[in-house]
């Protein structure tokens, strides 16, 4: 059996920049299909994913995770090439080590592990593989749940496997995640010469007051699952490039990140109201990429804290911090939704590596996990 070490080596040496799988699927399903799993290929546009599946009975424990990482960034910052795997001070160095291809390998290998020990394990075990993770999202993850959902297969408890560890393995376990709402603002007023002002109308003046009010406004308290509501600002831009030219319209992109209590609907309609108030004329364009989810409690995260505790003796935070994931589509088909990966210290940066113990001991919680649910 491959260990999980060699594995992570051959996802990685695949390049598969988002939404690209060079091949990385395919070699999942190697590893599984003699065990049973059944293959089912479902490509929407230009992103590739799979549903793996082996057994048709309840309950249904599922690995979700993406095969696409991001762009290397500077290749000449990196201490070896990125897509090719080095092992340097006990240390995994590559792109997708942490985010996620580290995550796959070690669930590969555990469900290898454990249909070879418990043939007879109740219920059914499936993988849901995206290529659509790191880029726009629209046609991974969330069209292979409306797949399922379109025939009433219900995923009962199901693991991601993204990097959630913050200083050491299983020190955190992801139990939801905030809602992210995004709008882009135009702001119209009158272009004109900055020498002249009463001939023109300054977007920028127009706005500043009301966006005072907006990075001030309290939206929400948080709760006992999520901190309060967010409100930032990304980006700024107006003007025709001449500085003698006042601009006719000034162009606000900002994001909110959002508790369970507010929803989205209700963010829109304070914002468009402090518009108003201030007698604005506007353009509004808003994209709410994900509504905030938790799973406060059930089997999930008891296994989930029960098998870090057996395999690493220390007792995991249950956080809804960081950005969004692809649990965001999982979750309101009312399964139970957890992320637990390595620790997140450099994914996205150069010289992306992971602990190689880490990947042997994130095998062994999925296993424990495993015997905990299906036994």
């Known amino acids: 059996m491959t260990t999980t070490l060699e594995l992570t080596q051959q996802f990685i040496s695949r390049d598969s920049v988002t939404p690209d799988d060079k091949g990385c699927q395919q070699l999942l399903?190697?590893?599984?299909?003699?065990?049973?799993?059944?293959?089912?290929?479902?490509?929407?546009?230009?992103?590739?994913?799979?549903?793996?599946?082996?057994?048709?009975q309840a309950p249904l424990f599922c690995f979700a995770g993406h095969t696409d990482v991001v762009p290397t960034g500077p290749v000449e910052q990196w201490n070896s090439k990125p897509f090719d795997?080095?092992?340097?001070?006990?240390?995994?160095?590559?792109?997708?080590?942490?985010?996620?291809?580290g995550s796959i390998a070690a669930m590969t290998v555990a469900v290898q592990r454990f249909i070879t020990d418990y043939p007879d394990h109740k219920g059914s075990i499936a993988f849901l593989i995206t290529s659509d993770e790191e880029g726009p999202a629209k046609?991974?993850?969330?069209?292979?749940?409306?797949?399922?959902?379109?025939?009433?297969?219900?995923?009962?408890?199901?693991?991601?496997?993204?990097?959630?560890?913050?200083?050491?393995?299983?020190?955190?376990i992801k139990n939801g995640r905030r809602g992210s709402l995004g709008c882009t603002l135009t702001i119209i007023g009158k272009?004109?010469?900055?020498?002249?002002?009463?001939?023109?109308?300054?977007?920028?003046?127009?706005?500043?007051?009301?966006?005072?009010?907006?990075i001030a406004m309290q939206w929400d308290a948080g709760n006992d699952f999520f901190p309060p509501t967010t409100f930032q600002i990304s980006n700024l831009h107006s003007g025709t490039g001449a500085t003698n030219v006042i601009p006719g319209?000034?162009?606000?992109?900002?994001?909110?990140?959002?508790?369970?209590?507010?929803?989205?609907?209700?963010?829109?309609?304070?914002?468009?109201?402090?518009?108003?108030?201030?007698?604005?004329?506007?353009?509004?364009?808003?994209?709410?990429?994900?509504?905030?989810?938790?799973?406060?409690?059930?089997?999930?995260?008891?296994?989930?804290?029960?098998?870090?505790?057996?395999?690493?003796?220390?007792?995991?935070?249950?956080?809804?911090?960081?950005?969004t994931s692809d649990g965001r589509f999982i979750a309101p088909t009312g399964a139970q939704v957890l992320e637990l990966g390595p620790v997140n210290a450099t994914i996205h940066q150069v010289n992306e590596c992971v602990k190689v113990a880490d990947l042997e001991l994130l095998e062994e919680v999925y296993y424990q996990m495993l015997k905990e649910l299906l036994i």
């Open 29 to 56: 399903n190697d590893n599984l299909q003699s065990l049973g799993f059944e293959l089912e290929q479902l490509n929407f546009e230009e992103v590739e994913n799979i549903w793996l599946r082996k057994g048709n």
């Open 85 to 101: 795997p080095v092992v340097r001070d006990g240390m995994l160095y590559g792109r997708g080590t942490a985010d996620m291809k």
């Open 139 to 172: 046609n991974g993850t969330v069209k292979v749940i409306e797949t399922l959902e379109a025939r009433n297969e219900k995923i009962d408890w199901c693991l991601v496997g993204e990097p959630s560890s913050t200083t050491q393995l299983g020190d955190v």
């Open 191 to 214: 272009q004109g010469h900055v020498a002249y002002p009463h001939l023109a109308n300054n977007p920028i003046h127009l706005a500043t007051p009301m966006l005072a009010e907006l």
């Open 249 to 323: 319209e000034a162009e606000i992109v900002f994001n909110f990140r959002f508790s369970t209590e507010v929803t989205a609907d209700e963010l829109k309609a304070q914002v468009e109201a402090l518009l108003q108030k201030h007698k604005l004329d506007y353009n509004i364009d808003w994209n709410l990429s994900g509504e905030p989810f938790l799973t406060a409690e059930g089997e999930l995260v008891a296994a989930a804290v029960s098998a870090i505790k057996k395999v690493t003796g220390i007792e995991s935070e249950l956080s809804t911090s960081g950005g």
